[in-house]
């Protein structure tokens, strides 16, 4: 057995490390899609064929493990959760023999043989039926039938036991990939996951309607992703007028790093629960929010600063009234507005004061922040630059001066009522935190 296993791995493996795919023709390259996927289900029958006699035996406590599931998952490379559940079918499927034969034969795939053995063993009766949707339709289609046949065998009390169970394990785990994307997976009862939905679709048809008429088309999923942050991140508080920071973002960075404004091999610049990210981002990530900065070296925390970002509330009363849209000149967007430090940006200083803040909606700020759009002109007069210099707006002609210089010239507490009347309510600038440690970041 161990000199066949060897050979075939090899040949394998050999087949691949010399597979040319670019010399191939498409209906080749077709063939050997379907040639690859049979190996595939093959494997993972034979792989969760002999996990489930691991767990038999117990020889997975050898190595010290609690669980076969524990064990499969680090033998193999997958998640807990994905182990555990191929055991389940794999013991499922040996009650069943019909769809057992067909995932022997290679017929059904991990997620297929999860779904038919799950509803197989509620309503033994149903299998034919279930394989024979597995071969000829779609796997949300065999989901879904499989679900049928689950909710029909599951009585009242059967159904309530299952919530609970549902409820006592639901949990929500967050990592970051390598690219810096934030992934989220959550666990919930159907009822819980039936509200959030509808949340969503209600917050996500509204960010759509104001995408529209900024001129932004985007997936649904998209949209669905801006709803889940503008509904978890708006302020809860009563009062329509207060203002207040949203969370309390975590920052560990190197003292080297935050002087230099970039890191370099073996320094830290990191947000927790989030991962690594570059010392820019880093501020930027803070949001309308509080930062905590620990600026640490290899052998010690120097400090712990508040880098408060959040418009008080005199302040964020008076831009709402000012701002009452998105500024971008035809946007009318209304919700979810965001905060934008328009002339000087945050990272690099910006005062938290009026004119200094405009409110942009989530696309444009995007636009802004991260694709070389800009934001010139004045309440009433907005302009919106383009990354070819392009500019539209009703303070698009004559040329716009130069964008003023930092704070130091920026309008203060008891200059002249510029902005439709209001007062300009402002915060003083408080010293770069950069200044203070001795160092700027390198231009």
Known sequence: ???????????????????????????????????????????VAGKALCALRVCETGVFEQEGHRHAGEWLAAESGESLGGAVSLLEAAENLSKLPEAQEAFRSGELSASQAK????????????????????RSEGFEDLRRRCNQVKAAKISKEDQDAQTRRVHAARRLRTWT?????????????????ARLLAGLKTEAHKTFEDARRSGARESSEAYLADALVALVTRPSDGDPGAHHPNALVH???DMTA??????????ICEIEGVGPVSVATARELVGDS?????????????????????????????????DRCCVVPGCSATRNLEIDHRLVPFAEGGPTELANLARLCHHHHFLKTHDGYSLQGEPGAWVWVHPDGSRHGPGASPPLDPVPPPSSDLPRAGD????????????????????????APAA
């Open 1 to 43: 057995m161990c000199e066949e296993r060897n050979a075939l791995e090899a040949a394998l493996s050999l087949m691949v490390h010399d597979l040319d795919p670019s010399s191939l023709r498409g209906s080749d390259a077709k063939l050997l899609v379907g040639f690859f996927s049979r190996l595939e289900r093959l494997a």
């Open 115 to 134: 779904e038919v053995a799950g509803a197989g063993i509620m309503d033994p009766s149903a299998t034919k039926e279930l394989l024979d949707t597995a």
């Open 416 to 439: 002249s009522a510029a902005d439709a009347g209001l007062e300009q309510v402002v915060i003083a600038k408080q010293p770069s935190l950069l200044d203070e440690l001795g160092g």
């Open 251 to 253: 920052i560990r960075v």
């Open 290 to 322: 509080i930062a905590k900065l620990l600026i640490t070296s290899a052998t010690d925390v120097h400090a712990i600063c508040n880098l408060g970002r959040s418009v008080p509330s005199k302040l964020h009363s008076a831009l709402l009234e000012r």
């Open 258 to 267: 935050l002087r230099r404004g970039n890191t370099t091999p073996g320094e």
């Open 177 to 193: 990939e390598q690219d810096g994307t934030f992934r989220l997976d959550a666990r919930l009862t159907s009822h819980a996951g």
